[in-house]
């Protein structure tokens, strides 16, 4: 069973608007990443936040994490149509470097 | 720096036949992934290697899915027989300590296979 669930599975947006996009997992972890997937490619690293970390940026996208509440966001800022893509967070333990994967959003910027 | 190869990057076979997938990772990245991807899911780990040991093959299903790590670098998945719920993509990944930590996954376009 995978780890992360993603709300919403699609999210529509007009361009220059701001897209969040939620993660929920159910065990303890050392970190959350956000990766992005383009159609029919392979998946791109965004972001790694780790366990003992509340809040990170990386130009247009900033990512929380709640540790208390298991949850994390990602918020892309004036959306672009080449951010249209699935997003996927992906969480990983202590030691393995393992990654379990959500089943993503679909997110959809309209030029 | 040149990222994860995959070969080959679309395959269409018949069920019962075998096929083979083919993953060259980030040079000097110890650490490779074979996933998984079915239509509208995420990406769920095949196998994982270090150097050229296998660390986790939990969810590999060992009656008809193999893989190897000859020499700590190239890797191969093989499937024989393929059946109908085969059909996905598989994704190689690698991680390592040359850039971005060991916790950062570097991934492959992917090979899409269809089991008709």
């Known amino acids: 069973s995978q780890q992360g669930e993603e709300d919403p599975q699609a999210l529509s947006i007009q361009e220059g608007e701001n897209a969040t996009m939620n993660c929920s997992y159910k065990t303890s972890i050392n970190n959350l990443q956000w990766y992005r997937q383009n159609s029919g490619r392979g998946l791109v690293h965004l972001i790694l936040?780790?366990?003992?970390?509340r809040e990170k940026h990386s130009g247009r996208l900033r990512v929380t994490l709640d540790t208390s509440k298991k949850s994390s966001s990602l918020l892309i800022t004036a959306s672009r149509a080449a951010d249209t893509a699935s997003y996927f967070c992906a969480t990983g333990g202590a030691g393995s470097y393992q990654l379990t994967f959500g089943k993503g959003t679909k997110l959809s910027v309209i030029p | 720096e040149a990222g994860v190869a995959q070969s080959p990057r679309y395959k269409i076979i018949e069920k019962r036949q075998s096929v083979a997938f083919w993953c060259n990772p980030i040079s000097g990245h110890a650490t490779l992934y074979w996933y998984q991807q079915i239509l509208g899911q995420g990406p769920k780990l095949l196998i994982q290697f270090q150097n050229n040991g296998v660390v986790d093959d939990s969810q590999l299903p060992k009656d008809r899915f193999s893989a190897e790590r000859l020499k700590g670098v190239d890797s191969t998945l093989k499937i024989q027989p393929a059946k109908l719920e085969d059909s996905a993509v598989y994704l190689c990944?690698?991680?390592?300590?040359?850039?971005?930590?060991?916790?950062?996954?570097?991934f492959g376009p992917g090979t899409r296979l269809t089991v008709l």
């Open positions: 936040i780790r366990s003992n970390e």
């Open positions: 990944a690698s991680s390592g300590w040359t850039s971005g930590g060991g916790d950062t996954q570097y």
